[in-house]
Structure formats: structure tokens, C-alpha cells
């Protein structure tokens, strides 16, 4: 019988030191995983901040396109009145100059 609690303890010692090396190793796991993935997270914070930036100067490069091409279609259609004064003027002139005769 004596035998048999001796093989008992044994096994309860093996058990225990297993269930501690295997919690010290979960520690160290997870351990190094932080400290191993945060220079990464670093630079992935690091490259969202470089894309925001350049996502914001793409939006505001679109917003002054669209802000141009508005200008745009409003000075063509003010250049419209111009440009029919312009062919109006010009008939005039060539009413009030008179042809060289050759």
C-alpha cells in the first residue's frame, strides 16, 4: 500500500511541475508576443498615419478639382455674351472701315 501512495505522490509532484512549467511558459509566451509584435504595431500605426495623410491630401486635391471645374463651366458661360459682343463689334468694324480698293 505504501508503494502505492509513494507512485500517487509522484505523479501529483510530476502533475504539479508540469501545470507550473506550462503557466511559466504561457507567461513567456505571451510576454514575448507583446514585445516581440510591438515595434510591427509601431510601424503599422506608423504607415495608417502616412496613408490618412495622403488619403487627405487626395481629398482635398478632388474637392479643388471640383471647386475648378465649377470656375470653369461659370467663366464659359460668362465668356458666351463676351464672345458674341466680340463678332458683333467686329461687323461693326468692318461696316465703319472701308475696303481698299485695289
Known amino acids: 500500500m505504501e508503494q502505492g501512495a509513494v507512485v500517487r505522490r509522484l505523479y501529483s509532484t510530476i502533475i504539479a511541475d508540469a501545470c507550473g512549467l506550462f503557466a511559466q ?14 515595434p510591427l504595431a509601431r510601424r503599422l ?3 495608417k ?14 474637392e479643388s478639382s471640383e471647386a475648378l471645374d465649377t470656375e470653369i463651366n461659370e467663366q464659359e458661360k460668362r465668356l458666351e455674351p463676351l464672345r458674341q459682343q466680340f463678332i458683333e463689334l467686329k461687323n461693326i468694324q468692318n461696316i465703319l472701315t472701308p475696303e481698299d480698293v485695289a
Open 25 to 38: 511558459a504561457h507567461q513567456q509566451t505571451a510576454g514575448w508576443s507583446a514585445t516581440a509584435l510591438a
Open 45 to 47: 500605426q506608423s504607415r
Open 49 to 62: 498615419r502616412a496613408i490618412e495623410a495622403r488619403l487627405d491630401v487626395l481629398r482635398k486635391v478632388n
